[in-house]
């Protein structure tokens, strides 16, 4: 487990300051270092086995599990989400989501106060199996918004149906910190392509040892989709795209539009001692996907385990959406999703850029999976279209910071804009390599490394990867672009710091 620093002063002036041996963005642009390989480091992860305790169904078919917080738009409300009975049989009746309550009763802790209650809704989601001609039906997915909370406060819940006498045992959670420019979360957890693996185990200890207040999730996260329905492991590491964006011998592991769901529930309680206890906020990245087989559907199991600020924020769409966290405006995108001048999603950034108040939330992050300052060999220069059509939008409205996953490893930018150094440019972080997938150590400017763009891997979402536009092609690079500060292969996560120093805010990325 690694540890990066870095400072973000929010200025565009030239102000040199160095804080606690934290170099900030006015001391750069830095010039670009390369970690040296562990040798030791095993860059394979391995998935956890079907067997582990961690996986196992409550007894109880009522008894809720795998249970959420996630924010709401501001800080005086969260979502509890949870699922009852489990997953179920393939070709199952599905379930009634009506025979089961979905209640959540809260108090702030140490209150001396009787129960808050609120009431919520719950779905069913099913997944098409193509192969084997058979679907899978989800549990009862519940899903209750609490509103009229106090910023900054502990409070105390539980969730489920009192009526069958299956409540869940108690836990806790912290509402985010009011929106003002002196107010922020002590420490923010970001990570990306967490997946099932042994190396996860160890990612979620180091996380919970942190106890942070926010956790920012980017992609990868049940890998379902790298498993067939009838459980076998499928190994698409040399899928590619070619120029018209169509796969290479990929039929075997995508085309086929299987995956297997029950691993989101195994995740789901995996996660829980985490997600229950801290507001955790989900990014689709490519394994979200999982095309439907008849109607095309994609995203269904991401969009409805977990609840997303679409409607508050003004999205209607769990793809892309914002909120507040103390003095900090998220926005979370879609590298998937149609993303030209004319999309919703276009449409709806313009307008979410243009409302934020910068002396409330004076930070702006922005968070999506593909990303666009990435040197490393993998998914290089795959989200060059996305980066054509909205790079200028953010560069405009002054964002600040930028993460991204899908590229297993990590890599910090100096503030760049279109490829270019500029000090009022975003910084750009990839933090990709949380535990699943397989390190990458490979960079384009290595020896015979030189970019094919005929051939670009997109992990078998060529159908459905709308990056794959118009990329510039370019000479062999002979050695680290200038506008990357930092990169290092190896597993681990990012924590991110917002305070309050010389009237200025920092942001520390270690």
Not at 160 to 167: E, I, N, Q, V, W
């Amino acid at each position: 487990m690694t540890s990066m620093s870095f400072l973000v002063i929010l200025v565009c002036a030239v102000i040199i300051i160095t804080v606690d041996a934290f170099p900030s963005t006015v001391d750069g642009p830095f010039t670009p270092v390369t970690a040296p390989l562990d040798p030791n480091l095993n860059p394979v992860a391995f998935d956890l086995p079907e067997s582990d305790p961690s996986f196992v169904q409550p007894n109880s078919k009522f008894l809720p599990e795998q249970i959420s917080v996630s924010l709401s738009y501001n800080s005086d409300s969260v979502w509890i989400s949870w699922v009852t009975t489990g997953c179920c049989e393939e070709d199952s009746v599905p379930l009634d989501p009506n025979s089961v309550q979905s209640v959540v009763q809260y108090r702030e802790f140490n209150a001396r106060t009787r129960n808050k209650h609120a009431t919520g809704h719950s779905i069913v989601y099913n997944q098409q199996y193509n192969a084997l001609k058979k679907n899978y039906t989800s549990g009862i997915i519940h899903h209750v918004q609490l509103t009229g909370l106090k910023p900054n406060t502990l409070y105390q819940y539980r969730c489920g149906d009192p009526s069958l006498s299956a409540m869940s045992r108690d836990y806790y959670f912290r509402t985010m910190p009011k929106s003002t420019s002196e107010s922020y979360p002590h420490r923010i957890i970001v990570a990306g392509d967490l997946g099932l693996t042994y190396n996860t185990s160890t990612v979620l200890t180091h996380i919970l040892s942190n106890h942070p207040d926010l956790v920012v999730l980017i992609g990868g996260f049940s890998y379902a989709d790298t498993y067939l329905a009838n459980k076998t492991k499928l190994n698409c590491s040399s899928c590619k795209c070619d120029h018209n964006g169509t796969s290479s011998g990929c039929d075997s592991c995508y085309n086929g539009r299987e995956s297997y769901q029950p691993r989101w529930d195994y995740w789901g309680r995996f996660m829980e001692p985490l997600t229950a206890n801290v507001p955790t906020m989900m990014v689709a990245g490519e394994h979200e996907i999982e095309p439907q087989t008849d109607d095309n559907l994609t995203f269904v199991a991401y969009s409805s385990r977990f609840a997303f600020p679409s409607n508050e924020s003004g999205s209607f769409t769990p793809l892309y959406y914002s909120f507040n966290a103390g003095g900090a405006h998220f926005i979370v995108l879609n590298a998937y999703t149609p993303y030209d001048y004319s999309s919703d999603q276009y449409i709806w950034l313009e307008n979410d850029l243009r409302n934020i108040n910068r002396s409330e939330t004076p930070w702006v992050v922005a968070t999506w999976s593909l990303p666009w300052y990435s040197t490393f060999k993998g998914h290089y220069r795959e989200g060059e279209s996305m980066r054509i059509n909205l790079e200028d939008l953010l560069y405009s409205y002054q964002v600040d910071i930028v993460f991204n996953s899908q590229v297993d490893a990590y890599e910090r930018s100096n503030r760049v804009y279109n490829y270019t150094l500029d000090q009022c440019g975003p910084v750009y972080i990839t933090i990709g390599a949380g535990g699943a997938g397989k390190l990458e150590t490979e960079h384009v400017d290595d020896p015979g490394n030189c970019p094919d763009h005929s051939q670009r891997n997109s992990a078998g979402s060529c159908s459905f990867n709308f990056t794959l536009g118009p990329v510039n092609d370019e000479p062999c690079r002979l050695n680290q672009p200038d506008y990357s500060a930092y990169r290092e292969s190896s597993f681990g996560v990012g924590m991110l710091e917002v305070s309050l120093l010389y009237n200025l805010y920092r942001l520390v990325f270690k």
